[in-house]
């Protein structure tokens, strides 16, 4: 990474050659090594501000982003977190009056052949429409109690979602067996 300091080779690039030695070199690194510490969690700072920075609410991301975050946390290293949307269904179809023409479907304010709210749209044969929700829910694996508590998981989890949602959108979290 770009803030990485490689400090027992700056160390050896620093000290001449006629006044080196091993024991002088291996006592200058171990004086240098809070330095080496200290960049290394700037390091792991740096990167993760650099994820968030660049996080948005796309699914893939964000999934990406949460799965990152908490795996370390989950009973079977194999389980993810998935957000599935609640979707509607789409455009309609047809619509239950007959008399109704092809070009009302598309044409909201045609007031001359009815209004195309009068008629309720069908997606399939004998659908009902039912509304949703919520836009999407989040489906978080157990959690290993030993490593974090349940509530903890929960209020991290939520402060994750809440900064990356948009924010006309609502959600659930389904947790799996817990």
């Not at 070199?25 to 240098?32: E, F, G, H, M, N």
């Not at 959690?143 to 209020?155: A, M, N, P, V």
């Amino acid at each position: 990474m770009r803030y990485s300091i490689g400090f027992d080779r700056l160390v050896n690039q620093l000290v001449p050659h006629y006044i080196g030695g091993r024991r002088l070199i291996l006592y200058l690194q171990a004086l240098v090594s809070p330095l080496q510490a200290l960049n290394d969690a700037f390091v792991e700072w740096a990167k993760e501000t650099r994820i968030e920075a660049s996080m948005t609410s796309q699914i893939f991301k964000f999934e990406w982003f949460l799965n990152r975050k908490f795996s370390r946390y989950f009973v079977d290293p194999n389980d993810r977190i998935v957000i599935s949307h609640e979707t509607t269904t789409g455009v309609p179809l047809y619509l239950q009056s007959d008399n109704v023409n092809d070009t009302s479907l598309y044409n909201q304010n045609n007031d001359t052949q009815g209004s195309i709210n009068d008629n309720p749209a069908f997606y399939f044969s004998n659908e009902t429409i039912v509304p949703v929700a919520y836009s999407f829910v989040v489906h978080a694996p157990s959690t290993d109690e030993s490593l974090i508590s349940h509530s903890e998981y929960d209020r991290q989890l939520r402060y994750w979602i809440e900064r990356y949602r948009l924010a006309s959108k609502t959600y659930n979290i389904i947790y799996q067996g817990q």
